[in-house]
Nanobody, 124 residues
Framework: DVQLVESGGGSVRAGGSLRLSCAAS????????MGWFRQAPGKEREGVAT????????VYADSVKGRFTISRDNTKNAVYLQMNSLKPEDTALYYC??????????????????WGQGTQVTVS
């Protein structure tokens, strides 16, 4: 079992920046893929970015490419999301996730995935 705690959300003006952090604990050795997801009011949860825990290979949603950067620090069991040039449509509850499967196999199933409690990002 993996426990995840997010931090760093807040309210910013359009064009501003925020950095989200996610601290993992528990059976972190089982994690192969970590990612950030978000859910806006009235919308389904969507993937924002994923990163392979070992290689650091990243994948981004088209809507955030060039603006967001996901990174990880395995010595701290942490993953980060640097968000620049924020837009009002980025407003959502952002969740950190850890998955025991490779990032290219996590679509379509949340089996065995661990989630954080979420951190709110509001862009006005």
């Amino acid at each position: 079992d993996v426990q995840l705690v997010e931090s760093g959300g807040g309210s910013v003006r359009a064009g501003g920046s925020l950095r989200l952090s996610c601290a993992a604990s528990g059976n972190t050795a089982s994690v192969r893929c970590m990612g950030w997801f978000r859910q806006a009011p009235g919308k389904e949860r969507e993937g924002v970015a994923t990163i392979y825990r070992d290689s650091g290979l990243t994948v981004y949603a088209d809507s955030v490419k060039g603006r967001f950067t996901i990174s990880r620090d395995n010595t701290k069991n942490a993953v980060y999301l640097q968000m620049n040039s924020l837009k009002p449509e980025d407003t959502a509850l952002y969740y950190c996730a850890a998955d025991p499967r490779p990032c290219n196999q996590i679509a379509g199933s949340q089996k065995d995935r661990s989630w954080g409690q979420g951190t709110q990002v509001t862009v006005s």
